[in-house]
């Protein structure tokens, strides 16, 4: 028996990957395709934007590498994907010639501080409220905590954060609403340091943790609730447990199956998630700089980011079918 | 065996007038009314009826486990003679599993999806007995090789057993804290014939070793002859006959419960008629007055609109129908069954 | 049934209707968002009989980023424009947006999922990778990229159909990118369809496959789709709010996102206009909601959860 379950959860594992490869592919040639089909040699573009800060060097290795001269299938399609794996994600048109890459990972880890901060919180308090508020069902709280959630899961997290803004910042003063660094911080020490750079953290993770505690709550909620309705958790009780054992031992792991889904996803939306938010705040991550790049026309900046956000969707999804499958026996 | 007069042996269960009704909204739906039985240590009664007589409600009742708009209106259970706290969850938990333990269907999810078999025959043990970890599981791999489970299947998931395997799994847990009384909610419903006849063979035999009571919930008559020395019938929240086995089965006297028997196809007829009761059970907010049956009874008289008959003590058995008074065997007026 | 009896019965359907309207309305959160949907969408069917022509640069009247007053009761924006006019003007753009590149996510999403299901087989496999994909990259990922590269292929100046062209951009975009959710689960709901009696007896008698698909199971298929179709239109609106934040919209018929969007570069957070980013924000929020509690209150009828009484 232990073969043949291995053997089915290989090939359920193997599909899984399958799929993830397929969908990763269709992102780059999506991506491919959609920056070829603009009028205009993008070469020249670079060159216009660029604003002569590029060498002709530049441009003809650049014309080389994504192979202009040659037809777009398969030649060109080729190159791009083989300078795609080599890291080579082209030039900006806004930014004077940097390179796409560095641009990324230059802005990367605020987006990740922000992003990442936020959804620690949200899981911590939205999963908990959630399964609290699915096991008792009923009831004032349980009813004002779901009509709370839902309205704050409707909610656009740049709105939330203009209307921080405008009452912690504009109006009562107390935390600044702009960017990640107030200038001159870098004098200060590194205490000073953090703590100004906490007191810009903290609008902009409300705002977008607030939006996802509500997602939170509802999903964790409405698992929760199903799993009450259960035969094994009559079981449990007739077989004498208390509500916390029955809550712990049987409750919570199948509850949990929806909701590790879900955190699992979600991080792969991260970054797509900060976009909007970063803009309000100026912070400057990847969200931004979608922004400018989406202002200034620079499609390889934003073709970059799409490759990076396809990536970890895809990525974070094949993640959650795999942990999944381990939490749930019945899938393997 | 006369089954309504006391024994020499105390019952070890004891049902006394005991109501419940169903709370909504803002109505009250009477579920249950007045049921009273005994049950001897090492006795199989059945509770027959269909859908919504209420069988199943008086087993969970009986067990402590009530729905949460469910409330008991009058009467009491008593265990060995104490009275069983059922309304009170923190009561009736120690209650639960040592003395009274339930066999849930099989087929349903009635198991943890996903927890190793074996594990959930351990939990009782090691919960409600306080052994430890090890103790526990040397237990439950005990426990399944009374149902006849290898320790290797015990270490499955549900769903990768069959039907037939997880009703044993149900029937080693629900014995894990050497209970007095066993309940089984209709636990061979779902299985095919059998694998329903294994089970009940199994189901006897433990009980005889371990001198089990057994209440077993069940529509299918054929199962309470294989199985069963005492069955009730049951009809809109009332018993309405009660007997042995044998006796029922030969001597119906409740219209309802002749009806019953006479829908048991039987195969050695030439023709193949099959009688079904015509009409449908009332549902819980459209009780008849009276006697509940009368409106599907072929012998229904005037005063069953009016009075609802008692359960009257018989010689054989109780039966409630206004064609019987106590003491006699013979039906006051003839039955047009 | 007699003829008799056809005759002195309501006929079913409208009884059907009937029945349903009023289990929906027993749900007290689905009665709030139905009467906040009639608001809106009143707003958005008249919005120059309820507050005149859309305001612009040109013919505004009020102060600066005036706080709400008697005159202006929501306030005005940067160049004097009523905030209110703009709102009402802003609830057409957002709601046609929004319904219609649901009804094409709708249609295109039916198609997929009852061909997918239907058909089954090699059909099934491929439809259903593309399924994947836009399943997996979200609306919002996908239209931020698509659409500027539309706009700049098809210029923004001009009229399509009435619409702005960065409008119609979107509504395309959105439409064509939000369908992959109900693609799955018409396919799903139509895989048991299929093995129904009906849908034998019909191939039986030879009746054609899209005949099949449009007579037999389309009908059975309403409820799940109106049911997640109210979620979709939540989705989309979502996403346009976003894309026009984004600068994506078009100033020259504000939806409610892109005037948000006026708003943020008017520095309205920095200089308390709470009225100018509040009011276009909570319509938004407001809508967004209802659809949402009716889209639960229809998937509550139509698929009703266990009975408490056994």
Not at chain 2, 82 to 110: C, T, Y
Not at chain 2, 213 to 220: G, P, R, S, V
Request: hydrophobic content about 50%; aromatic content about 6%; charged content about 15%.
């Amino acid at each position: 028996m232990a073969g043949g379950s291995g053997g089915r959860a290989g090939h359920h594992t193997g599909r899984i990957i399958f799929r993830a490869a397929a969908t990763l592919l269709m992102v780059a040639i999506l991506n491919f395709l959609l920056f070829r089909v603009i009028p205009g040699d993008p070469a020249n573009m670079l060159l216009a934007g660029a604003r002569s800060a590029i060498t002709i060097h530049q441009i003809e290795a650049q014309r080389q590498s994504w192979g202009l001269d040659k037809p777009l299938i398969p030649n060109q399609l080729f190159s791009y994907v083989s300078a795609t794996l080599q890291g080579d994600l082209g030039y900006s048109f806004k930014f004077r010639g940097r390179r796409v890459s560095d641009l990324i990972l230059e802005r990367i880890p605020a987006t990740l501080a922000l992003a990442g901060l936020a959804q620690l919180i949200a899981i911590t308090i939205g999963v908990t409220l959630g399964i609290i508020a699915g096991w008792r069902r009923g009831g004032a709280v349980d009813n004002i905590t779901t009509g709370i959630s839902l309205a704050l899961y409707s909610t656009p997290p740049f709105w939330l954060g203009m209307l921080l803004v405008v009452a912690f910042s504009t109006m009562l003063g107390w935390l600044p609403g702009y960017g990640a660094y107030s200038a001159g911080a870098a004098h200060v020490g590194i205490l000073g340091r953090l703590s100004d750079h906490a007191r810009h953290l903290i609008l902009p993770v409300l705002a977008v943790t607030l939006g996802l505690i509500g997602q939170y709550v509802v999903v964790a909620r409405a698992a929760m609730s199903d799993v009450v309705t259960e035969d094994y958790i009559v079981t449990a009780r007739a077989k004498g447990l208390t509500n916390n054992q029955m809550l712990m031992r049987h409750a919570f792991r199948n509850a949990m199956l929806p909701v590790v889904t879900l955190i699992t996803l979600n991080l792969g939306y991260v970054v797509a998630g900060a976009i909007t938010v970063e803009s309000v705040f100026a912070w400057p991550g990847i969200g931004s700089l979608t922004v400018e790049a989406l202002n200034a026309r620079d499609y390889p900046v934003l073709q970059g980011i799409f490759l990076l956000l396809g990536a970890s969707i895809v990525f974070a999804n094949l993640m959650a079918d795999l942990i999944y499958g381990v939490l749930d026996p019945r899938v393997r | 065996m006369n089954s309504a007069f006391p024994k020499a042996a105390a019952a070890i269960l004891e049902v006394v007038d005991l109501s419940l009704d169903y709370k909504l909204a803002n109505i009250s739906l009477p579920a249950l009314r007045d049921i009273s039985f005994q049950i001897h240590a090492g006795e199989a009664v059945a509770l027959v009826g269909e859908s919504g007589s209420g069988k199943t409600t008086t087993a969970m009742t009986v067990a402590g486990l009530l729905s949460p708009n469910a409330k008991v209106t009058s009467g009491e259970v008593r265990y060995r003679g104490k009275r069983l706290p059922i309304s009170d969850e923190e009561a009736m938990r120690p209650h639960r599993w040592n003395d009274l333990s339930v066999v849930f269907q099989g087929a349903m999810n009635a198991l943890n999806p996903v927890q190793r078999v074996i594990k959930q025959i351990a939990e009782p043990c090691s919960l409600k007995l306080g052994m430890t970890r090890d103790e526990a599981m040397r237990r439950a791999r005990e426990l399944l090789e009374l149902v006849g489970i290898s320790a290797e299947r015990g270490a499955a998931y549900p769903h990768e057993l069959s039907g037939g395997m997880r009703q044993r799994v149900m029937i080693a847990m629900a014995l894990a804290c050497h209970p007095s009384i066993v309940i089984g909610d209709e636990p061979t419903t779902a299985l095919d014939v059998i694998t329903q006849a294994q089970i009940l063979k199994l189901v006897t035999r433990l009980r005889k070793e371990l001198n089990l009571a057994l209440i077993l919930i069940t529509h299918d008559l054929s199962v309470v002859a294989e199985s069963c020395d005492r069955v009730m019938i049951m009809y809109a929240g009332r018993i309405i006959e009660d007997g042995d086995v044998a006796e029922i089965f030969e001597n119906p006297r409740h219209p309802y419960t002749r009806l019953l028997i006479e829908s048991i196809p039987d195969p050695t007829e030439g023709k193949r008629v099959l009688k079904p009761i015509p009409g449908d059970p009332p549902s819980l907010r459209n009780r008849p007055s009276g006697c509940a049956f009368r409106t599907r009874c072929p012998s229904a008289m005037d005063i069953c609109a009016v009075e609802v008959p008692f359960l009257e003590i018989e010689q054989s058995g109780r039966v409630a129908c206004h064609l019987y008074s106590a003491g006699s065997q013979e039906p006051k007026v003839k039955s047009n069954v | 049934m007699t003829n008799k009896k056809a005759i002195t019965r309501s006929p079913p359907r409208a009884r059907a209707i009937k029945s349903f309207l009023g289990q929906l309305l027993v749900h007290n959160s689905a009665r709030f968002g139905l009467m906040a949907l009639v608001v809106f969408f009143a707003m958005a069917a008249m919005p120059a009989f309820l507050v005149g022509p859309l305001q612009t640069a040109i013919n505004a009247m009020g102060d600066f980023l005036a706080p709400p007053s008697f005159i202006n009761p929501l306030g005005t924006d940067e160049v004097g424009r009523d905030v209110l006019n703009l709102v009402v003007h802003g609830a057409r753009t957002s709601l046609i947006i929004a319904l219609v590149s649901t009804v094409i996510s709708l249609v295109v999403g039916t198609t997929v999922g009852m061909a997918s299901g239907y058909y089954g087989r090699w059909v099934d496999v491929w439809l259903m990778r593309i399924t994947d994909f836009f399943f997996v990259i979200p609306s919002f990922v996908l239209a931020l990229v698509i659409t500027p590269v539309a706009v700049g292929v098809m210029g923004r100046s001009g009229d399509i159909l009435g619409f702005r062209p960065s409008l119609f951009v979107i509504i395309l975009v959105i439409g064509l990118t939000s369908w992959a959710f109900v693609a799955r689960i018409v396919r799903s709901q139509t895989l048991t369809l299929r093995e129904r009696q009906f849908v034998e007896r019909a191939r039986v008698v030879g009746t054609s496959n899209i005949k099949i698909m449009l007579r037999h199971l389309l009908p059975n298929l309403v409820p799940q789709i109106a049911a997640n179709g109210a979620l979709v239109v939540a989705n989309a609106i979502y996403t346009e709010t976003a894309l026009s934040f984004l600068g994506l919209g078009d100033p020259l018929q504000p939806s409610w996102g892109t005037l948000l969007s006026l708003a943020q570069r008017a520095g309205a957070a920095s200089s308390g206009a709470w009225w100018y980013l509040g009011a276009p924000g909570l319509c938004v929020v407001i809508v967004s909601l209802s659809f949402v509690i009716i889209g639960n209150a229809l998937d509550d009828i139509f698929n009703p959860r266990r009975r408490v009484i056994p």
